[in-house]
């Protein structure tokens, strides 16, 4: 039983391309997460929902939109893709009141060529 | 001066050594202290976490924190092979989930046997 599972787990496409990752959790956790970790491994919260509303929103472009449809679920949609999206994202997932205690998901690989 | 800074290494240890892991930070409001591990291609689990000043043991892992000096660390004892992979300290005001951590770079670590 994956706790966090996102999919894709790779995804390659080409630069101004649209597209989508999806996260789910099974862990009844009512706070989600999206995280960018870059090729020198720094990783960077980039949103957070809690039951459906958004509570954390760094500075990220607007191509990159969330929706969470319900608490265990938080989808990450890109819109016209940049070299610079290259990296790992992934889906997190936590209680309100332990935020520190993040489980994460095992990540997509995006690639933009 | 970055909030979080945690030297990359790479760190190669024999197996059995007593490892030492560190991270300085320069925000004093940060509170909760976290220690993650991230194995090759899979995302960071939750290893080790601390409120405040003070040291946590779980077995063969240790973690301390030293906020006078804005100084956390991580040691591993007897290590192991299975102990290789990157350490990501992590930090944060507060543990509700609209606060978020930020974390270090991470350290790779390699215990050879």
């Known amino acids: 039983d994956t706790a966090v599972s996102q999919t894709p787990k790779y995804l390659v496409t080409q630069m101004g391309n649209d597209k989508s990752i999806k996260c789910e959790q099974n862990?009844?956790?009512?706070?989600m997460y999206w995280y960018k970790q870059d090729s020198k491994k720094f990783l960077k919260i980039m949103f957070s929902?809690?039951?459906?509303?958004?509570?954390i929103n760094e500075t990220v472009p607007n191509r990159f939109s969330p929706k969470s449809p319900d608490k265990a679920h938080l989808n990450l949609h890109i819109n016209s893709l940049e070299l610079g999206d290259s990296a790992v994202y992934f889906c997190a997932s936590s209680l309100v009141r332990a935020g520190e205690k993040l489980f994460f998901g095992s990540g997509t690989q995006l690639s933009v060529l | 001066q970055k909030e979080v800074e945690q030297d990359p290494g790479p760190l190669s240890v024999p197996e059995g050594a007593i490892v030492s892991l560190n991270c300085t930070y320069s925000?004093?409001?940060?509170?909760?202290f976290m220690w993650y591990r991230q194995y090759s291609r899979k995302g960071p689990e939750l290893l080790m976490y601390?409120?405040?000043?003070g040291n946590k043991e779980d077995g063969r892992f240790t973690a301390q924190v030293d906020k006078s000096s804005k100084y956390i660390s991580l040691f591993i004892r007897d290590s192991q092979p299975s102990d290789s992979a990157t350490y990501l300290c992590?930090?944060?005001?507060?543990?509700?989930?609209?606060?978020?951590?930020?974390f270090g770079k991470g350290t790779t670590l390699s215990v050879s046997s």
């Open positions: 929902y809690n039951n459906k509303e958004l509570i």
């Open positions: 992590a930090m944060s005001r507060g543990n509700q989930a609209g606060t978020a951590l930020i």
């Open positions: 601390t409120y405040s000043s």
């Open positions: 925000n004093s409001a940060f509170q909760y």
């Open positions: 862990l009844g956790h009512d706070t």
